[in-house]
């Protein structure tokens, strides 16, 4: 079958993401000041936050998304925070703009989405992310990515998550490409390759950012390197040829 679109996972596959101690406590602090709340309970904050995402996501088979709002909302009440609808919106806004340094976009990824484009092909995002979906294509229109692909499909906008099908189907169906017409790259054994095979895509392991800790055999194809992920793309491009 001729290969006609490209999806791409998000963070770790086009972009690292990377919070360390520091980022993660100013981040939390400014949250609880934009919420009305004390800065200095930064450290429980992040604890709530965490165990509730732990929780709401500790079931495999489970591929709900999590509402980050409501997430947010109860983390706060537990530190003796209860901002209203558009003061917990404040927060959260304050919140991923204090992650940003934690955003590190690979320094070939404009040119692989430029490279895949030039050859013909339809480009989609697929992620599983819980922040709000307008901050989120906001970042992709900061990246630069927005405007070098064809469709994003966030997990927090369809309320599930990969390995689901929907997430999937979702954005073929946007890009108006048939499974088989279509290979998946990430960084994830379960997400961004059985999930994707299951539904007759070929599939494209990138390890450069990390290493998943599933069976790589799974794969049609491994990457080391964004150069490795359009080589793959060639090679599938010159099968459908024939050549």
Known sequence: MALEAVLFDYGDTLLEFRLDDELWLGAMRDMLLAAGGPPERAADLRGEIERRVTE??????????????????????????????????????????GWLGARRLHPKAHWLLQEVRARGLRIGIVSNTFDPPDLLHADLVSDGVAERVDAIVFSSELGLRKPAPEIYR????????????????????????????????????????????????????????????LATVDTIMAAGRGG
């Open 56 to 97: 709401l996501t500790a079931d495999p088979d489970d591929h709900a998304e999590l509402v980050y709002e409501e997430v947010v909302a109860g983390a706060l009440a537990a530190v003796g925070t209860s901002p209203g609808p558009e003061l917990l919106r404040t927060a959260i806004e304050a919140q991923h703009r």
């Open 170 to 229: 979702a954005a073929l169906d946007a890009l108006d490409v048939e499974p088989a017409n279509a290979l998946f790259v990430g960084d994830r054994v379960r997400e961004d390759v059985q999930g994707p095979a299951a539904l007759g895509m070929r599939t494209c392991l990138v390890t450069y950012f990390r290493v998943d800790g599933g069976d790589h055999g799974l794969a049609d194809a491994v990457a080391e390197s964004p150069v490795d992920v």
